[in-house]
């Protein structure tokens, strides 16, 4: 469970959060929306204990996170990469999992020389592998093509039972068919929007942010 109580942030004088407060539930997938530089990525980093803040975050224990920029060792191959940032041996069905989602040929291929899309995939099987109680995603869908962002969305789908998942990003597209609770960040508040109200994000974008 998350829950987050009158959370604000500052940077100098400018309030880039202003008495946050939000409980979710253990699983699901949970989208925040918001214009570039509503504070979405500084949120995230509240909860990951990268911001000072003020206020109190009460959050699970192992929470795994993955950027816009991935974070794996591009010198190494997938095997190695998951060796060396899972730090256990993985059971059959890992290794099946790692197998649907990346062809056994990539696997065994230095990291250089992924797309953009192979190397988000495997951070985000690396991240899933830690086996978190909570997973951030912020921006993961940038710059995917039509295939890889049909398996990422089919992993996070088949994840959000056994997991809190938080998304951002704005290629709403994507996200549509897969969350299942929105926020706005909106002039430092967040703002909790009923879905079925809504067509798509992007009527939810329009209605907030316009």
Do not use: W
């Not at 990539?106 to 991240?127: E, F, H, M, P």
């Not at 997973?135 to 993961?140: A, K, M």
């Not at 992993?155 to 969350?179: A, P, W």
């Not at 992007?202 to 907030?208: A, G, L, P, R, S």
């Amino acid at each position: 469970m998350l829950e987050i109580m009158n959370l604000e942030k500052k940077y100098k004088q400018k309030t880039i959060l202003s008495n946050i407060n939000l409980k979710l539930n253990n699983t699901g997938i949970v989208f925040f929306l918001g214009q570039n530089g509503a504070g979405k990525t500084t949120f995230f980093n509240c909860i990951m204990g990268f911001e000072y803040y003020s206020g109190k975050i009460v959050k699970p224990t192992n929470i795994a996170a993955v950027f816009d920029e991935s974070h794996v060792y591009s010198n190494l191959n997938a095997h190695d990469n998951i060796a060396l940032l899972v730090r256990r041996d993985l059971t059959q069905t890992e290794q099946a999992l790692v197998s649907k989602y990346i062809d056994d040929s990539v696997l065994k291929r230095k990291v250089k020389s992924y797309s953009l899309g192979q190397k988000k995939i495997l951070s985000i099987l690396i991240a899933i592998l830690t086996k978190p109680q909570m997973l951030i995603l912020d921006e993961v869908s940038n710059g995917l093509d039509y295939e890889t962002a049909k398996k990422v969305k089919q992993l996070l789908t088949s994840c959000k039972r056994e997991m809190l998942i938080l998304v951002c990003g704005h290629q709403f597209d994507f996200y549509n068919q897969i969350i299942d609770e929105v926020f706005v960040i909106h002039d430092a508040e967040l703002i909790r929007v009923d879905i079925n109200e809504f067509t798509d994000l992007e009527n939810v974008y329009e209605n907030y942010v316009g």
